[in-house]
């Protein structure tokens, strides 16, 4: 599940309206190697105008899989989109845009990037972290690069495809 640091108020939550919400518990042979040990891949899709949407595979913990199963199963979900700024240092290796050579050693701090967090709720309240997608360059706020995400949600645009559009 995704953490935020800070306080919730501190940042500008976007809400969609409500979607059916598919799941999957991967088998242990079907796992992708990102899922780490002790936890289950369970994938997240939307009904999106009855089509499905691919969300993410996401590790849940093992001990965690029925409670979150069942949160699913308790109703249509809605979207959460929280827009925030990440430091490049934050990315995996070879996520962050190459560095300007002409701003190279310019300022000591890493840039920041506008960058949407995504998570479920459920009918039940529970939050499940989903996605970071974060934009390649920082001209949008990270208010505009949520709101961007929801529509093309809503719009049935798929996650990894948001993610490489970036």
Known sequence: MATFAG?????NAFVSPEYPVLHTILPAEETPESIPEGFSGLSLAL???????FL???PVARDDVDRVSSSLEAGD?????VGMSVDESELPPGAAPAAEPWKEGADDEPPSLPAAFLSLVCADGRKIGVARIVAREGTASPEEVARFVLKQIARGVQIPDLAQAG
């Open 7 to 11: 306080h919730m108020t501190d940042f």
């Open 47 to 53: 009904l999106v105008k009855g089509i499905p949407s």
């Open 77 to 81: 979900v809605r979207v959460a989109v």
């Open 56 to 58: 993410a595979t996401i």
